[in-house]
């Protein structure tokens, strides 16, 4: 099994920033080898929605049309942590972040789709005043 735990939301203003991290862990860690991780949102009545993805490598990522030039997902594998860092925020940012692991790409780019993804964290709270 596999865990995932977000931290680094909070409350700020629009216009701000928030450095959002995801600590992976687990026995089956290893075993598993290579595998992408994403970042997607979920605004309250909202549906789960894509924000970012990364490869295993980093090399490769992917962007929703939304956070483009705003938000840069990064990764560090020997730490096992996958981080977005976020800029000039606006309300409509508001939501409760997660991050997920992808397995089935091994050193392939996470998917923009919810149900490829293997494992969830719990989520953390973003909430941006205007």
């Known amino acids: 099994q596999v865990q995932l735990v977000e931290s680094g939301g909070g409350l700020v203003q629009a216009g701000g920033s928030l450095r959002l991290s995801c600590a992976a862990s687990g026995r089956s860690l290893s075993r598993y080898g290579m595998y992408a991780m994403g970042w997607f949102r979920q605004a309250p009545g909202k549906e789960r929605e894509f924000v970012a993805a990364?490869?295993?490598?980093?090399?490769?990522?992917d962007y929703a049309d939304s956070v483009k030039g705003r938000f840069t997902i990064s990764r560090d594998n020997a730490k096992n942590t996958v981080c977005l860092q976020m800029n000039s925020l606006n309300p409509e940012d508001t939501a409760v972040y997660y991050c997920a692991a992808d397995f089935s790409r091994s050193s392939g780019l996470g998917s923009r789709e919810v149900w490829r993804y293997d494992f969830w964290g719990q989520g953390t709270q973003v909430t941006v005043s205007s």
């Open positions: 990364i490869s295993w490598s980093g090399e490769s990522t």
